[in-house]
C-alpha cells in the first residue's frame, strides 16, 4: 500500500480545536459520549447535568486522557442555573464558541389520555424551556467572547412524525425543533449556526428504562430502522460534533436525522 500521502493522525487537527463547548446532560449516555468525542477533538468542555458523580466520573475520564474538562450542576428547569452553568464555561475557560443542548427528560410512555398533567409540566421545563434558556445564555456567552460560534440541540427523530407512545415529549422535542429554526433565522447574520440533531434509538439509560416498562421496544424499533440496529450513543455525537465544526460553516437552521433511516420509511 502507499502511505506517501496519508496523514500522521497526531498531526491533523481535531473538529473541535481550539474551541470552548458547553454540553448538557453530559453524565451519561449521548451527552457523555459527546463531552469525550468533544474534548478529544480538541475542545476544552464544561459538563453540565444534576448528578455530580455521574459528572465527575465522565471529567475524570477526559482529563485522564489528557482532555481538558470540568463540570457544573445545574437543572434545565431552573433558567437561572442554567445561566450560571453558562456563566462558568466562560470564567473556566475565558470563551464559549459550541454548545450541544443535549440533556432532556422523557415520561412513562402511554397514549394521551394517560399523561399527567404533572408530567406535561415537567417535560415541559425541562425539554422546552430548558434548552430554550439555555441557547438564550449561549448566545450572549458567544456574542460577548468567540463573536461567532454554533449551538445544537438534540431532539429526536419522533418528533419528525407522530409519537402515540411518547405525546407530550414528542411534541415538546418537535417545539426544539421551531425554537432551531427560529435562532438559526435569528443569530444567522452575525455568523452563530443553530442545528439539530434527531436521533432514533440509541443506547442509552433513557431507551433502556422505556424498553423495561414496555418490553420488545428496542427490538420492534429496530424492526422498523432500515439499518436494524440501534445506535451507539457516540454515533450521535459525532454528528453533533460536525455540525459544530467549522466543516458545517455553510449548514443553519437544519434538523438531521441520526436515525438509522428511520424517518425515511
Ligand atoms: N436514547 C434515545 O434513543 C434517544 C432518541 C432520541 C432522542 N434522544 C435524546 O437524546 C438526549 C440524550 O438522551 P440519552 O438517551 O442520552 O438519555 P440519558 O442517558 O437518560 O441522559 C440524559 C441526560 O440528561 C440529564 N438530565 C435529565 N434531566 C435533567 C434535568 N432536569 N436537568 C439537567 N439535566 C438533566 C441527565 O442527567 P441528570 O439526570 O443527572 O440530570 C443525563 O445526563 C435527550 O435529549 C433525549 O431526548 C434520545
Known sequence: MDNTHSADASTVPGLLAGK???VTG????????????????????????????????????IRSS?????????DLADGAGVRAAVDRAVALYGRLD???N????TMPPGPMEQVSEADFD????????????AMVAEVA?????????AIVNNTSVGSLMGNPALPAYGALKRAVNSLTESAAVAYGPEGIRVNAVAPGTTLTAMMRA?????????DRLNAHTPLRRAADPDEIAQAAAWLLSDRASYVTGTVLPVDGGMQAV
Open 98 to 100: 459550541v454548545a450541544f
Open 20 to 22: 470552548v463547548a458547553f
Open 102 to 105: 443535549n440533556g432532556a427528560t
Open 26 to 61: 453530559a453524565g451519561r449516555g449521548i451527552g457523555a459520549a459527546a463531552a469525550r468525542l468533544f474534548a478529544r477533538e480538541g475542545a476544552r468542555v464544561l459538563l453540565t447535568a444534576r448528578t455530580e458523580a455521574e459528572l465527575k466520573a465522565v471529567t475524570e475520564e
Open 122 to 133: 415537567h417535560v415541559y421545563a425541562v425539554n422546552l424551556k430548558g434548552p430554550w434558556a
Open 210 to 218: 422505556w424498553d423495561e416498562r414496555s418490553p420488545g421496544t428496542v
Open 141 to 149: 456567552a458567544i456574542r460577548a467572547t468567540a463573536g461567532t460560534g
Open 66 to 74: 489528557g482532555g481538558t474538562a470540568d463540570y457544573a450542576l445545574c
